[in-house]
Structure formats: structure tokens, C-alpha cells
């Protein structure tokens, strides 16, 4: 078996469906452009049709392959300032270490991780620390034959006390795929992922929590009308339907609109549409 997923990425094929083309009461641009010396910058502006409050981010990516380095540089409207310095297959194959730090001027707020990472076939290792705290946080993943076990923990170092425990076992085949989750031993969850063939894509979530007699359940589809275009659509138990449309206009410009409409209160409003511009050069 090839190296198996990080612990947040079980089950990310569903999380998929359910989340990408959509983008509900928010009217986006984003710009992605190259430059001649391998820096990549991302632009991204939104505004949120119902508070009328407009962000926006600028962030720099910069590789150098041959020493394994990557330097990442966010910056956004909220004045927060975020660093990344990564290096990967140097210190040993399939290890990765990071430092990735925070500050924000206004306040003077500072923070920062240091991020490791080990992969290889049939594992995947993760053990993050926040200085803040400060707070371990570790996962490991195991695959064999397509089946898939993970465990999280967190556990604050200040408090002396485990503040994340989470388990997650799963089943992964070439068009099928399944996940199921407990955190902390009273949220738990599951989903089903399908590509019933190149055009149409499936998937289904559960999710219940201890002491609750309600669980939350959703459909969700994906069909690629061609090469060009997708139609996205899902509903969950609370009657809140979502529909989103993809298309490339041309290489490099994609135009996305989605719409949320509450099936219960269809006649009261409430409704939310979105609206997406991608820039790619």
C-alpha cells in the first residue's frame, strides 16, 4: 500500500463533495499568478452579502527544491502577519519539520508551532507543538490492504490534561470509500464516498453526539456535465439544500455559483446565493 493519509485527511474525498463549489453569502475573487523565479503569489478579496464586511489576504510561496525549503508568507486585512519555513526529505525520507509563526502588530500578539511530519508505506506520523500552552498535538495513521486506523491526541502540557482524543478507522477502494470517527468519546461520525463512474460522484455523512437523540445526516453529488463544467448538489436533515455550478470560461478563469435555500422556511427568505471569480496566469 502506498503512504496512507494524515489523520485530517480520512475521509477528505466526502468532506469534498459536501464542501467544495459553494460558496454561500459570499461574493470572492481570487488571483493566483507565477513569476519568473518560482515565487507564488495568491491574492484573494470577499465580501459577506450579509454584513457587508470585506476581507482580503496576499500570501508568497517560495520553493527551493534542491534543498527541500519552502518559505510561506500570509498577510491579510486583519493585519495578522503568518510565517512558514518548512524542509523536507533532508533531515531524513519522508520527514518534514516546520516552524510556522504568527504575529499580529495591533496587539503584539505572537505565536508559533513547530510541525513535524513522518511518512512512509502503510504510515503516517504527525507531532505538532503550540508554544502556546503549550499544547502537543499528535496523530498517527496506519494503512494495510485498504484498510485504514488513525488515532489524534492533544494533550496541554500546562494543565497536565488530555484536551483531544480521537480515533478514526476506515476502508479505502478505487471508487469507494469509507470513514468513521469518535472524538472524545461523544462525538461520532461517518461517511461514505462513491464515484459511480467519470461523471458522477456520491457521498453520504453521519454524525451523532452522546446524550442527543439527533443525528445530522447529509446527501451529496457531484456531476461533471464535461470537460469544462459541474453541477454540485446537497441536502441534509435540517432541510437546507445547497446547489453550486462550476465552469471554466477559458484556461485559467473559472466562475463558480452556488445557492442555499432553506426548504423549511422557503416562503420567509433567508436564502443565500454566492458568487466566485478564480484568476489563474
Same mark, same amino acid.
Given at each position: 500500500?502506498?503512504?496512507?493519509?494524515?489523520?485530517?485527511?480520512?475521509?477528505?474525498?466526502? @468532506?469534498?463533495?459536501?464542501? @467544495?463549489?459553494?460558496?454561500?453569502?459570499?461574493?470572492?475573487?481570487?488571483?493566483?499568478?507565477?513569476?519568473?523565479?518560482?515565487? !507564488?503569489?495568491?491574492?484573494? $478579496?470577499?465580501?459577506?452579502?450579509?454584513?457587508?464586511?470585506?476581507? $482580503?489576504?496576499?500570501?508568497?510561496?517560495?520553493?527551493?527544491?534542491?534543498?527541500?525549503?519552502?518559505?510561506?508568507?500570509?498577510?491579510?486585512? =486583519?493585519?495578522?502577519?503568518?510565517? !512558514? *519555513?518548512?524542509? !523536507?526529505?533532508?533531515?531524513?525520507?519522508?520527514?518534514?519539520?516546520?516552524?510556522? #509563526?504568527?504575529?499580529?502588530?495591533? #496587539?503584539?500578539?505572537?505565536?508559533? @508551532?513547530? @510541525?513535524?511530519? /513522518?511518512?512512509? =508505506?502503510?504510515?503516517?506520523?504527525?507531532?505538532?507543538?503550540?508554544?502556546?500552552?503549550?499544547?502537543?498535538?499528535?496523530?498517527?495513521?496506519?494503512?494495510?490492504?485498504?484498510?485504514?486506523?488513525? /488515532?489524534?491526541?492533544?494533550?496541554?502540557?500546562?494543565?497536565s490534561k488530555l484536551v483531544q482524543n480521537n480515533f478514526a478507522l476506515g476502508y479505502k477502494a478505487g471508487d469507494f470509500q469509507l470513514h468513521t470517527n469518535v472524538n472524545d468519546g461523544t462525538e461520532f461520525g461517518g461517511s461514505v464516498y462513491h464515484k459511480v463512474n467519470d461523471q458522477l460522484e456520491t457521498a453520504v455523512t453521519l454524525a451523532w453526539t452522546a446524550g442527543s437523540n439527533n443525528t445530522r445526516f447529509g446527501v451529496a453529488a457531484k456531476y461533471q456535465l464535461d470537460s469544462d463544467a459541474s453541477l454540485s448538489a446537497k441536502v441534509n436533515n435540517a432541510s437546507l439544500v445547497? *446547489?453550486? /455550478? #462550476?465552469?471554466?470560461?477559458?484556461? $485559467?478563469?473559472?466562475?463558480? +455559483?452556488?445557492?442555499?435555500? =432553506?426548504?423549511?422556511?422557503?416562503?420567509?427568505?433567508?436564502?443565500? *446565493?454566492?458568487?466566485?471569480? !478564480? +484568476?489563474?496566469?
Amino acid at each position: 500500500m502506498a503512504v496512507p493519509p494524515s489523520y485530517s485527511d480520512l475521509g477528505k474525498s466526502a @468532506k469534498d463533495i459536501f464542501s @467544495k463549489g459553494y460558496g454561500f453569502g459570499i461574493v470572492k475573487l481570487d488571483l493566483k499568478t507565477k513569476s519568473q523565479s518560482g515565487v !507564488e503569489f495568491n491574492t484573494s $478579496g470577499s465580501t459577506n452579502t450579509d454584513t457587508g464586511k470585506a476581507g $482580503g489576504s496576499l500570501e508568497t510561496k517560495y520553493k527551493m527544491k534542491e534543498l527541500g525549503l519552502s518559505l510561506n508568507q500570509k498577510w491579510n486585512t =486583519d493585519n495578522a502577519l503568518a510565517t !512558514e *519555513v518548512s524542509v !523536507e526529505d533532508q533531515l531524513a525520507k519522508g520527514l518534514k519539520v516546520a516552524l510556522d #509563526t504568527s504575529f499580529v502588530p495591533n #496587539t503584539g500578539k505572537k505565536s508559533g @508551532k513547530l @510541525k513535524t511530519g /513522518y511518512k512512509r =508505506d502503510y504510515i503516517n506520523l504527525s507531532c505538532d507543538i503550540d508554544f502556546e500552552g503549550p499544547v502537543v498535538h499528535s496523530a498517527a495513521v496506519v494503512g494495510y490492504e485498504g484498510w485504514l486506523a488513525g /488515532y489524534q491526541i492533544g494533550f496541554d502540557t500546562a494543565k497536565s490534561k488530555l484536551v483531544q482524543n480521537n480515533f478514526a478507522l476506515g476502508y479505502k477502494a478505487g471508487d469507494f470509500q469509507l470513514h468513521t470517527n469518535v472524538n472524545d468519546g461523544t462525538e461520532f461520525g461517518g461517511s461514505v464516498y462513491h464515484k459511480v463512474n467519470d461523471q458522477l460522484e456520491t457521498a453520504v455523512t453521519l454524525a451523532w453526539t452522546a446524550g442527543s437523540n439527533n443525528t445530522r445526516f447529509g446527501v451529496a453529488a457531484k456531476y461533471q456535465l464535461d470537460s469544462d463544467a459541474s453541477l454540485s448538489a446537497k441536502v441534509n436533515n435540517a432541510s437546507l439544500v445547497g *446547489v453550486g /455550478y #462550476t465552469q471554466s470560461l477559458r484556461p $485559467g478563469v473559472k466562475l463558480t +455559483l452556488s445557492a442555499l435555500i =432553506d426548504g423549511k422556511n422557503f416562503n420567509t427568505g433567508g436564502h443565500k *446565493v454566492g458568487l466566485g471569480f !478564480e +484568476l489563474e496566469a
